[in-house]
């Protein structure tokens, strides 16, 4: 386990980045194994009341089309993937307050009569809406805490709270949730030290899941001049978190793949392994624009099994939760 001032080190320099790598490997191995965990991904709307400065969503984007998905059309995509094989779907959407508390527990509903475990990622909800969707079927929860210094968390986000978004997290973790959360690598005056802050962070409330991936500059937003988050770090921050939260489920994020063409299968062997393909179909997809040139995943599970194998990985049939039972 490292302290603080150690994970500083690794971080600023790359004089340990093959040790690391290779212990976030083993990591992997020893404690969720060869299994690769899929989650289909719905991005079922792109409208959002938040003004995240990073995200190409944000309300006050006007150069987007916006959608919403139908009920009846979200269930079905959900139908198809289940027949496929998926044993999670993943329901996100920018933060749309037209789904209220009654909708996404029909649609919640209906998704589990398919089997399958649920994850929402749909922002940050009221303790009695969490509790609605709990009781509904949900399964996972997945919300980024995106930064841990809290300054720049208020630079970043405009008329929202940093407690707020904690609360959040203790809340869902209080309801049974299994919780997702993460966070964004070389967003602009983001130091070193705060992404030591932020592996630390995910340790403490003992997230479930942690999803990590570069900052990259959306054209519609006011960061389209900063620089791209560096692929190497978000890996570097990605392995660390792998060593220090040892049995959790870790994707290789969409984001990796976007900035370096081989990055989900690299972050694969460095401690990721999930994958979300993305199922929401094409048009709308389009449309789901957080970054620009999103990397597509394919969808169909055949094709990813072969893939898979050629780095000594299978595809689980299983729903991929947790196991905290494993060696310790
Ligand atoms: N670059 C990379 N990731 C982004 N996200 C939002 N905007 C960007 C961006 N410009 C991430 C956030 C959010 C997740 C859904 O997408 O971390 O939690």
Same mark, same amino acid.
């Given at each position: 386990?490292?302290?603080?001032?150690?994970?500083?080190?690794?971080?600023?320099?790359?004089?340990?980045?093959?040790?690391?790598?290779?212990?976030?490997?083993?990591?992997?191995?020893?404690?969720?194994?060869?299994?690769?965990?899929?989650?289909?991904?719905?991005?079922?709307?792109? /409208?959002?009341? !938040?003004?995240?400065?990073? !995200?190409?969503?944000?309300?006050?984007?006007?150069?987007?089309?916006?959608?919403?998905?139908?009920?009846?059309?979200?269930? %079905?995509?959900?139908? %198809?993937?289940?027949?496929?094989?998926?044993?999670? +779907?993943?329901?996100?959407?920018?933060?749309?307050?037209?789904?209220?508390?009654? /909708?996404?527990?029909?649609?919640?509903?209906?998704?589990?009569?398919?089997?399958?475990?649920?994850?929402?990622?749909?922002?940050?909800?009221?303790?009695?809406?969490?509790? *609605?969707?709990?009781?509904?079927?949900?399964?996972?929860?997945?919300?980024?805490?995106?930064?841990?210094?809290?300054?720049?968390?208020?630079?970043?986000?405009?008329?929202?709270?940093?407690?707020?978004?904690?609360? !959040?997290?203790?809340?869902?973790?209080?309801?049974?949730?299994?919780?997702?959360?993460? !966070?964004?690598?070389?967003?602009?005056?983001?130091?070193?030290?705060?992404?030591?802050?932020?592996?630390?962070?995910?340790?403490? +409330?003992?997230?479930?899941?942690?999803?990590?991936?570069?900052?990259?500059?959306?054209?519609?937003?006011?960061?389209?001049?900063?620089? &791209?988050?560096?692929?190497?770090?978000?890996?570097?921050?990605?392995?660390?978190?792998?060593?220090?939260?040892?049995?959790?489920?870790?994707?290789?994020?969409?984001?990796?793949?976007?900035?370096?063409?081989?990055?989900?299968?690299? *972050?694969?062997?460095?401690?990721?392994?999930?994958?979300?393909?993305?199922?929401?179909? %094409?048009?709308? &997809?389009?449309?789901?624009?957080?970054?620009?040139?999103?990397?597509?995943?394919?969808?169909? #599970?055949? $094709?990813?099994?072969?893939?898979?194998? #050629?780095?000594?990985?299978?595809?689980? %049939?299983?729903?991929?939760?947790?196991?905290? $039972?494993?060696?310790?």
């Amino acid at each position: 386990m490292f302290s603080k001032s150690e994970i500083t080190d690794i971080l600023k320099t790359d004089e340990r980045n093959e040790e690391i790598f290779f212990l976030a490997d083993e990591t992997r191995k020893k404690y969720v194994g060869d299994e690769i965990h899929l989650r289909g991904l719905i991005e079922f709307s792109n /409208i959002c009341k !938040c003004s995240c400065k990073y !995200c190409g969503l944000q309300a006050t984007n006007k150069n987007i089309e916006r959608y919403r998905i139908s009920v009846e059309e979200v269930i %079905s995509i959900a139908k %198809s993937a289940s027949q496929t094989g998926y044993k999670t +779907i993943v329901l996100q959407s920018g933060e749309d307050g037209f789904y209220t508390k009654e /909708i996404i527990c029909k649609i919640i509903e209906e998704i589990k009569k398919l089997d399958v475990a649920i994850t929402l990622s749909i922002g940050e909800r009221s303790y009695e809406e969490l509790k *609605a969707f709990k009781d509904s079927g949900a399964d996972r929860y997945l919300i980024r805490i995106e930064t841990t210094d809290k300054n720049l968390y208020k630079k970043l986000h405009p008329n929202m709270s940093f407690e707020n978004r904690i609360e !959040c997290l203790k809340n869902l973790k209080k309801l049974g949730y299994e919780v997702g959360t993460g !966070c964004l690598v070389g967003l602009p005056y983001q130091t070193i030290e705060s992404l030591a802050d932020d592996i630390l962070f995910f340790k403490e +409330i003992d997230a479930d899941m942690v999803g990590i991936g570069p900052f990259i500059p959306h054209p519609n937003t006011c960061l389209k001049d900063e620089k &791209q988050g560096s692929f190497l770090l978000a890996l570097k921050v990605m392995a660390l978190t792998r060593i220090m939260l040892k049995d959790i489920n870790i994707p290789a994020t969409t984001a990796m793949e976007t900035i370096n063409p081989n990055g989900r299968i690299i *972050a694969l062997q460095k401690g990721a392994n999930v994958v979300m393909p993305n199922l929401t179909t %094409s048009e709308y &997809q389009k449309k789901y624009e957080i970054y620009p040139n999103k990397a597509k995943i394919n969808k169909n #599970l055949n $094709k990813y099994s072969d893939k898979m194998h #050629l780095i000594g990985r299978t595809i689980s %049939s299983g729903y991929g939760f947790r196991d905290k $039972k494993k060696p310790q």
